[in-house]
């Protein structure tokens, strides 16, 4: 168990030293990075078999006592959400594989090794223990996105990075600083410890530092008002590296929200976070109408459906979390297969912008399958994935007689199904525009579109097991929810167990 | 001691955001160092009273300082040196492009300022 843990942090930083150090061999090194990947998305897999079956593990990084040291923790909740993580940036790396031309563009070196210290960092954020290492591993996953956005060194990519990066890293500083007055109130950072000790401290204090990290995690995840770094980042990045942020960044964000407040129980900020959530579902989805090109559409949705998951979280009631959790699974494979679609669009096109684009559902109607099933899921359409956690949250949200933003709920996701509409009619539907008359900027040879468009295939087929599994899932959300919102098994979990 | 150590934390802080609010890069980088150094001042503060150095076999454990906000500060500071040469390279080349280094609005601003340019007579 100890192995698999570590596997999944160790294996990805290995491979990208190895990877970085035969650089200029490009087989051996996707060959490297494919097998780093491999490997971490095995051992989260068995960790997921083992961890549902019954039993949970931490592990002691060093040897250190367990208040003092790193702990890695294999709870329910990470390991629902890491193989989900993991299995999306290896079809990632596929499909970059088969776009190599194109998907790093102008260095694609680095992008391998990249990749993989951003898999190892959401490892590590996803099963560390404690605030520091979270910390640790946010920075981890930021600078390996700050290079892997602006790599390229295109004027565009330069302006919406500087945003980006200057929006990141005030974060981390504020990030720095709670964490000081975190130690500086309990003495500890370690999660457990914290779930212990928090409570027992005043309102004031309390309140304090969960808005605080309120505030940390939630520029992380774009939701309102701080998103406005998200949109006019994401679609400067070429294709691939849009979808693995798309699919994991602002989760992480969310995941360590649920993960902080539910663990030190802040219900008192519900209300806020339900206002929030509202505000932030509403402003992404009228934001995505007000938009002409897919990848700027789907960023803005990226924002839209942070407002689902703030939603479950600010229930604070078992259904929510539950909710919330289910949510973060369906969330993540649909958003980069509908990020992998539209490089499959501007890759066929040369364009994604709409107004120059059209007829595709004849010319390619593969493509069209491809792009209907996951935006009919991100609509929250039965019968997909997306149905069945929008059913979560929202049935949450009455259970909890919290309507309004119940109501706001359903008229986001009218506007998300409207969105989707508009994609479709201007993508697929129509004549076939002028662009796409022409050859795509960059033409990728007939085994390469074959392993794009296989690896979007296979990212649909992971989101329609999620439909498929769907109760099975729900059960797991519900027991991970139970788990998150009864601190002492966590406690147990991390400080209980012999080393 | 404490005093002084919070003044310090305050007028890193304060001077580190006014600075990051500016528009040109490197000022926004020499804002982000003050209040790198700001939080780092914050961890080292949590830690408890000032002590002899934390060194194995060399201080009695009651009169050495707490080691481990020295260990997270160290971590700290080596990410934010990184990440300060990252902000450099950024400012150089956004200098080759554009000729300075002022963080340009975001295309939906640009937008909205140009339809307010139209709809001026």
């Known amino acids: 168990m100890t192995a698999l843990i570590a596997a999944t942090v160790v294996a990805p930083l290995l491979a990208a030293a190895i990877g970085l150090l035969l650089r200029h061999r490009s087989r051996v090194r996707d060959g ?9 998305m095995a051992s989260s897999f068995a960790l997921l078999y083992n961890v549902a079956s019954g039993q949970s593990h931490a592990m002691l990084v060093g040897g250190w006592s367990r208040e003092l040291g790193i702990v890695l923790v294999a709870d329910l909740f990470a390991v629902l959400v890491l193989p989900v993580a993991l299995s999306i ?41 404690d605030l520091f290492t979270l910390f640790v591993a946010f920075e981890l996953i930021l600078v390996s996105s700050y290079v892997l956005l602006t790599h390229q060194g295109q004027q565009g990519q330069i302006r919406a990075g500087m945003t980006y990066v200057v929006m990141n890293l005030f974060a981390s500083a504020l990030f720095l600083l709670g964490l000081a007055f ?15 000790r928090i409570p027992e401290l005043s309102d004031g204090a309390r309140l304090g530092i969960g808005a605080w990290f309120f505030v940390v995690f939630g520029t992380k995840a774009a939701m309102f008002p701080l998103f406005s770094w998200l949109p006019d980042s994401y679609p400067t990045a070429p294709t691939t590296i849009t979808a693995v942020f798309a699919g994991l960044l602002t989760k992480i964000g969310i995941y360590a929200m649920i993960r902080f407040h539910t663990l030190t129980g802040m219900d008192e900020l519900g209300p806020v976070m339900l206002i929030v959530a509202g505000v932030t579902m509403i402003v992404g989805a009228l934001g995505a109408l007000a938009q002409n090109d897919v990848k700027r559409i789907l960023s803005f949705h990226v924002i839209s459906q942070i407002g689902y998951m703030l939603m479950g979280l600010g229930l ?81 949200g009455i259970a909890s007689e919290e309507h309004i933003i119940v ?31 022409s050859a795509p900027a960059r033409p990728t040879s007939a085994a390469n579109r074959r392993l794009m468009t296989g690896a979007t295939c296979l990212a649909v087929a992971g989101t329609l097991t999620i439909s498929v599994f769907a109760g099975e899932l729900f059960d797991l959300s519900e027991r991970a929810a139970t788990d998150l919102r009864n601190p002492s098994s966590y406690t147990a979990l991390t400080i209980g167990t012999p080393p | 001691m404490t005093v002084a150590f919070l003044l310090a934390v305050g007028s890193l802080t304060s001077v580190g955001i006014y600075l990051i609010t500016a528009r040109s890069l490197s000022r926004i980088l020499l804002g982000f160092s003050l209040l790198g150094h700001a939080a780092v001042l914050a961890i080292l503060g949590s830690g408890g009273p000032a002590g002899e150095p934390p060194l194995a076999n060399s201080a009695a454990p009651l009169e050495a300082a707490n080691p481990l906000p020295q260990a997270l500060a160290l971590t700290a500071i080596v990410i934010g040196f990184g990440l300060t040469l990252f902000l450099l390279a950024l400012a150089r080349r956004q200098q080759l492009f554009t000729g300075d280094d002022l963080v340009e609005d975001d295309l939906e601003d640009q937008r909205i300022g140009a339809r307010e340019a139209l709809a001026k007579p």
């Open chain 1, 32 to 40: 490297v990075t494919l097998v780093g990947l491999g490997t971490a």
């Open chain 1, 89 to 129: 940036i290896f079809i990632v790396e596929l499909f970059a594989i088969g776009q190599r031309r194109t998907a790093w563009g102008a260095n694609p070196e680095l992008a391998g090794p990249l990749l993989l210290v951003l898999t190892g960092g959401v490892s590590l954020a996803i099963l560390t223990g």
């Open chain 1, 182 to 196: 975190v130690y500086g109130a309990t003495g500890t950072v370690n999660l457990a410890l914290l779930a212990e």
């Open chain 1, 316 to 396: 604070f009631s078992a259904a929510g979390t539950a909710g919330a959790v289910l949510f973060l699974i369906h969330h993540m494979p649909v958003k980069t297969v509908l990020f992998l679609v539209g490089g499959l669009i501007s890759n066929h096109q040369g364009t994604s912008s709409l107004d120059r684009s059209g007829g595709l559902v004849r010319s390619r109607p593969v493509i069209a399958v491809l792009f209907a099933i996951p935006a009919l899921s991100l609509a929250g359409l039965p019968p997909f994935s997306g149905f069945v956690a929008k059913l979560a949250v929202i049935s949450a």
């Open chain 1, 407 to 437: 109501a706001v709920a359903l008229i986001a996701g009218a506007l998300t199904l409207l969105s989707m509409t508009k994609i479709w009619t201007g993508v697929f539907w129509g004549e076939p525009a002028e662009a796409s008359m």
